[in-house]
């Protein structure tokens, strides 16, 4: 069981506390891997609201912020009522991509969960990669410390080459978010429905690496397929029907 002070880590972090509600458990009363992603998210969002870099504030520069990679490690689920504390802060820049990292903490600062994702502004006119503008270059002096980061998501996948398991979904209006794409949440959601009942009921995810390739729309029908590599790890991807473009793709680890 890892414990991390209490402390700001940087003047741009931002931190939250949630309490595990019924919605979001399992038949274990356990925190859904989905759940706490949204959780994240959520900090995540109040946090570039609070920085002003937000989808809205770079409406007028025809730019949105895209995610690309996400890499997560989980070292214990919250249960029913727990309270915990999410913690996320932007966390340096590569070119083109700029770094977010997330912990979730429960009582006495235990670490409960670790991710570190990347991003990338799109031209929603050319719907090609856009450059940092200067504004946000100018964050970078107030990132965390490199100790206090965790490695970038950079990762491989083996070639996948055949579905084990298949579920086939479509996307309702409800399931957009708000630039009416498919919620990158539910990417990771179906991904991780096609997988074995005795896995889903009596095993958890340790870890997981996805990385998001294209944009899903209202009325697409999806495939989420999987492989099984071994007893404890799976390879996924979610494919748009009548298409052999992978839309997303992931490694998830269980225990």
């Known amino acids: 069981m890892q414990h991390i002070p ?6 741009l972090a931002y931190s939250e506390t949630f309490v595990v509600r019924t919605y979001e458990i399992d038949h274990c009363k356990r925190a ?27 409406e007028a520069q025809n730019i949105s912020w895209v995610l690309l990679r996400k890499s997560m490690q989980v070292f214990r689920l919250p249960g029913l009522g727990e309270q915990i504390r999410v913690l996320t802060c932007p966390t340096g820049f590569d070119r083109r991509f700029t770094y977010r ?3 979730i903490f429960g009582a006495d600062d ?13 031209d929603m006119v050319s719907r090609r990669m856009a450059p940092i503008p200067p504004f946000i270059l100018e964050f970078e002096s107030k990132m965390p410390a490199l100790e206090d980061r965790l490695p970038r998501p950079d990762f491989r996948f083996p070639k996948f080459e055949q579905a084990h398991f298949t579920k086939i979904f479509e996307v309702n209006f409800h399931d957009l978010d708000f ?11 179906w991904m991780l429905e096609a997988m ?6 009596h095993k958890r995810v340790a870890g997981m690496e996805v990385l998001y390739r294209a944009e899903s729309r209202w009325n697409d029908v999806l ?17 748009k029907k009548g298409e052999e473009k992978e839309l997303a793709m992931a490694l998830s680890k269980w225990v």
């Open 6 to 11: 209490h402390q700001p880590i940087s003047p």
């Open 32 to 58: 859904t891997i989905p759940a706490l992603i949204r959780l994240m998210q959520e900090a995540a969002m109040q946090n570039v609201i609070q920085l002003n870099v937000s989808v809205w504030d770079l």
């Open 101 to 103: 990292d997330y912990k």
């Open 110 to 122: 235990e670490l409960l969960l670790q991710s570190s994702s990347a991003w990338l502004l799109m």
């Open 179 to 189: 630039n009416l794409h498919l919620n990158n949440t539910l990417y990771i959601q």
């Open 196 to 201: 074995p009942h005795e896995m889903l009921q």
């Open 223 to 239: 495939y989420a397929e999987t492989q099984v590599l071994d007893d404890h790890t799976y390879l996924h991807r979610l494919m």
